[in-house]
DNA sequence: ATCTTCTTGTGAAGCCTTTCACAAGCCGGA
DNA sequence: TCCGGCTTGTGAAAGGCTTCACAAGAAGAT
């Protein structure tokens, strides 16, 4: 498949996607373009996929469960080892096959799995509190669905998708064409 | 407030804050800085976030109906004024206040109740024929939550939430730390 | 009124990303 | 073998965004 091909799939420029992929090698052939299943393997190496990650879930309410039911999330190499919740009366279920446990359990239980990544699907105010837990227990990537902003140790990395600001973004789009559209 | 500390607040340097916001125009007084609710108010107007915006939810599975009672949108200025899904024991009921209907309907309810914003929460294989419908409909912004990219006419603005794709993201970074963080 | 202190708004410089353009290289056909 | 058609990889140009740095202006003290 050619750069020109890929990068029409992928909404860019033939040139950008050679650069691109310039960065971490050659892997074209010339005259012939890409092998996509080579790229593909030779990508999912490079971007640290053909790994599988431990993931912990936080806040096991009506996002953290939806979340749990998603399916994808296991093909895509994340399997969700656990989760926690405040609420005594889901403590000890299963949601979609994953257990929840205590918040008080959070630290060794994250530690002994070996979880690596976070899902925080708690209430805003009690997103910066998980971070700290999750923080000492030895997490450090976080995705973070409460709509706050969170401030995090230097070597922890945050992700925040707050669906309010994603509308807002939109309306941005939206109002700025209608009024004439300047720029 | 000064740009400096708007900076320190949104994570961003005061050279930064006083820039984007001259695109606007000049807010702040010299020697003085900013004024923090008449910032607010101008740029709430020219995000366009003073106006109500009036929102479907397609799809009413799990990850539709964790996002009704989410609560955050209203105050945010997005009211969900309907909602539709396949399931034909789903349609006619309520979910958290809003109204369920047919896809059948969609294209009438969308175009009567002046629905400008869509979020598409279907499984990935119907999601872009649900776009086909909305843009037919006369919906100029979608918020889409199925893990596919999405066709959209010129005039119509989408933005795709995967949180697979955010894990994967998260993943890179975690890797590429370890793996000596080169660059 | 003048001086000192503070902070904006903005040209200019620096840096990074994207696009252009073309030599180098691969393939199939004659 | 040689040629013509394609496509990559990459230096160089263009474009865009961020940071620097400083004149212009505002407020309070003397």
Redesign the interface.
Known sequence: MSSQELAER??TTAAQVRKDLSVFGSFGQRGRGYSVRQLERTLEQI???E?R?R?ALVGAG??G???L??G??AE???DVVAAFDTDASKIGSDLSGVRVFSMADLNEVVSDRGV??A?IATPPEAAQNTVRLLEQAGV????NFA?V?LTVNE?V?V?T?D??L????????????TNGGRS
């Open positions: 992928s909404g971007l640290g996929l790994k990650w993931v009506k996002i469960t939806a979340l039911g998603y994808d999330l895509r190499g994340f690596e990544v899902i450090r990537g976080i995705l709509p902003g070597d990395s992700r998708m669906v309010a994603e509308l807002e973004a939109l309306s941005f789009a939206l109002s700025s064409r």
